[in-house]
């Protein structure tokens, strides 16, 4: 099973994937925009979660699933098997905003995950991001949002909100500037997603950011929570990181995660 790169949703759910990390299996989750609940288009997910990260959520067979769902019209839901090929029926996850900060997702599924479903749904939020340009809508999300003649799937706000998350360099500087690290860029490359490039100064602000301590090497330390880089290197004139789109995700949902003690995947 894959994930359809042309799918109006795959932005935003690939960034879900890369921030729950191992907390699902990736070959068994999908997207999918072919099947309609009479009124429109389904932009339709299923992502199997790794239950057996922990031995505290009660799921313990061979045969025992985890689901979470998604669409555009319900937002994230989340199930578990209940026999062979049979599920329990949706139960809410999130509440709030429909296309949450991938951040929101991630906790809420730890919690699932340690047995603490009594606790859900939790609130979320949407995913910030600055005003100082227009996001632009893929030709996916245009099509699917529709105009006056052809009605859409969805609604412009969250098609919008979706959007945020095609452009990786914007999603990049945006979260450099929710966590008020100056001084640091983010650009195109045509190796890799993004490259970000600091000062050391920044760099050491960055590895206190992401709990690191100030004094961390990078890019080595960022595989210790799990960021990748696909090249990087450290000088006395600054630090420069490669990354891919999944390292540039997990950077991103490490840099909007609040500032305290513990981890977040």
Known sequence: MTMATTDPHHPYIQAVQHTLGALHDPAESWTEYASDDGERMLM???????????????????????????????????AYSTQPGRNSEPLPLLTGTLVPDPVDVARAV?????????????????????????IVLTAELTEAVGDDTNPGNIDHASATAIAAYADPVRAMADALAAA??????????GQCAVVV??????????GQRLGLGPDALFPMALHDIDIRTTAGSTTPNGVTLYL??????????????????????
């Open 180 to 189: 008020e690290l100056d001084g640091v860029s983010a650009g195109p490359d």
């Open 110 to 134: 730890r919690l699932l995950l340690d047995g603490e479903s009594a606790q859900l749904p939790v609130e979320s939020n949407p995913r910030p991001y600055s005003d100082a340009e227009p």
């Open 197 to 206: 490039r600091m000062d050391p100064a920044v760099g050491r602000a960055m």
């Open 244 to 265: 891919d789109g999944t390292a540039a995700d997990r950077l991103i949902a490490r840099l909007h995660q609040p500032q305290v003690p513990g981890v977040l995947f």
């Open 44 to 78: 339709e997910t299923v992502i199997q979660l790794n239950w057996r990260l922990t031995d505290d959520a009660g799921w313990t067979g061979e045969d025992d699933r985890v689901y979470l769902f998604w669409d555009q019209v319900h937002g994230w839901t989340w």
